[in-house]
């Protein structure tokens, strides 16, 4: 049973938008803090948005009034509206779960991941 699903991504050019979507099982979208992660060729996954148990989002630096993370309790998806996109932002972008809600945009506290979507920025 897959738990997470990413879709969305895609090629783009630099100052264009993307829309990416996790669609989640009923479990995991109900009792774990959702957000998304990205891993760039040759460099170390990182954080870059997830909601805290309040649904509050949390940002990284690098992505903080470009991106927005939102989600549909109706359809159990959680996006990541990326704007303004940077050459820099290319990678393979992870939805993930955490149970315990930690806020942090830390792998290591993650407890589910998705396959990853590519997203390519030119």
């Known amino acids: 049973h897959v738990q997470l699903v990413e879709s969305g991504g895609g090629s783009v050019q630099a100052g264009g938008s993307l829309r990416l979507s996790c669609e989640a099982s009923?479990?995991?979208?109900?009792?774990?803090?959702l957000g998304w992660f990205r891993q760039a060729p040759g460099k170390e996954r990182e954080g870059v948005a997830i909601?805290?148990?309040?649904?509050?989002?949390t940002y990284s630096d690098s992505v903080k009034g470009r991106f927005t993370i939102s989600q549909d309790d109706a359809k159990n998806i959680v996006y990541l509206q990326m704007d303004n996109l940077k050459t820099e932002d290319t990678g393979t972008y992870y939805c993930?779960?955490?149970?315990?809600?930690?806020?942090?945009?830390?792998?290591?506290?993650?407890?589910?991941w998705g396959k990853g979507t590519q997203v390519t920025v030119s």
């Open positions: 909601f805290d148990i309040d649904n509050i989002p």
């Open positions: 009923s479990n995991i979208y109900n009792r774990y803090c």
């Open positions: 993930a779960a955490d149970r315990d809600c930690n806020e942090a945009l830390d792998e290591f506290a993650m407890d589910r």
